[in-house]
């Protein structure tokens, strides 16, 4: 029995231009816009919420499944996935499409300009649940819109228990959506400020949400995280990371170790404790799938942290 991840996978080129673009816009000349900047350090990174929530894990010693859509330029992430160990059964290949990516360029003072192609990923409804089988649990994570509503509604239907965790994808649903997409759910996941917009979107607080789902999970950044469970409120404390490099990527990492606790059967405390340590051993890594520590020493850094053995 595995976890079935649905999301995207995605290249990340990530680009670096040595100065501050502020030198280089006229605030007065903003409406004719033209400017081109020169980057000479560029890296790619291979990411995408599916990708990263599998990599993550594959770490941990699960099997997961990945349910996507990518393009005819998949080939090196179909070669990474291989030698990870990770299935590409249920991952559809676009031929007429481009893997969904995005283009970063970061200035000096940490500002950044994104362009972002989701090329096949909007054909994420051409998969079904229901082609999946041996599946324990699931996770519904950014994708197209119709195939995140497409896959919640899969899951519900198969009687699979799923986190609803719809991220930056959450502008493309109204509140009637997110919702219907609710229905069936395990549970939901957000961060802080995912969280004050489906809020607003629904109507609902997010202590209302969790009357009608098993938890809600919000995630705070350098704060840790808060869950709601059983008309309870608790918190989880951060785990202090060995550097603050780069948060691609870290809701993913915890996303990741909630389903491994969950698939464990531990109770929510526990699984978001890990969600936390998950989180702060990415952040010190750059990418998201470029921290590879052992199982060994995520349970001796889970130990250390909160004093419990895992």
């Known amino acids: 029995m595995s976890i079935l991840v649905c999301g995207s996978m995605a290249y990340d080129t990530i680009m670096v231009f040595q100065d501050p673009f502020r030198k280089h816009i006229l605030p007065d000349q903003i409406h004719i816009l033209n400017v081109c900047f020169v980057v000479p350090t560029m890296r ?8 990263n929530i599998a990599y ?35 991952i559809r290949v676009l031929e007429e499409q481009f893997t969904a990516q995005a283009f970063i360029t970061t200035d000096i003072e940490d500002n950044q300009i994104t362009a972002f192609h989701p090329g096949a990923m909007g054909g994420s409804h051409l998969n079904r649940i229901a082609d999946a089988s041996g599946v324990r649990l699931g996770i519904v994570s950014p994708a197209g819109r119709e195939g995140m509503i497409e896959h919640s509604r899969g899951f519900a239907a198969a009687g699979i228990p799923f986190i609803l965790d719809p991220g930056q994808g959450m502008p493309m649903f109204s509140g009637e959506d997110l919702m219907g997409m609710l229905q069936g759910a395990r549970a939901l996941t957000v961060n802080d400020y995912e969280g004050r917009m489906f809020e607003q979107k629904t109507g609902r607080t997010l202590r209302e949400v969790a009357g009608l789902v098993e938890a809600v999970v919000m995630t705070r950044g350098p704060e840790g995280a808060t869950v709601f469970t059983g008309g309870q409120q608790f918190d989880v404390p951060p785990v202090k990371p060995e550097g603050l490099v780069d948060p691609t990527g870290c809701g993913d990492a915890h996303r990741a170790g909630l389903l491994h606790g969950l698939v464990q059967g531990w109770g929510w405390a526990k699984a978001a404790r890990l969600g936390s340590l998950m989180g702060s051993i990415k952040i010190a890594h750059r990418g998201g799938q470029n921290h590879s520590p052992s199982r060994e020493e995520v349970a001796a850094r889970y130990e250390k942290a909160f004093g419990e053995t895992l």
Do not use: K
């Not at 790619?44 to 990708?51: I, N, V």
């Not at 770490?59 to 160990?85: C, S, W």
């Open 56 to 90: 993550n894990l594959r770490l941990l010693g699960e099997e997961p499944q990945i349910m996507a859509t990518v393009g005819h330029d998949f080939g090196p992430y179909a070669h990474r996935l291989e030698r990870l160990g990770l299935s590409c059964r249920h």
């Open 44 to 51: 790619r990174e291979f990411g995408g919420c599916a990708g």
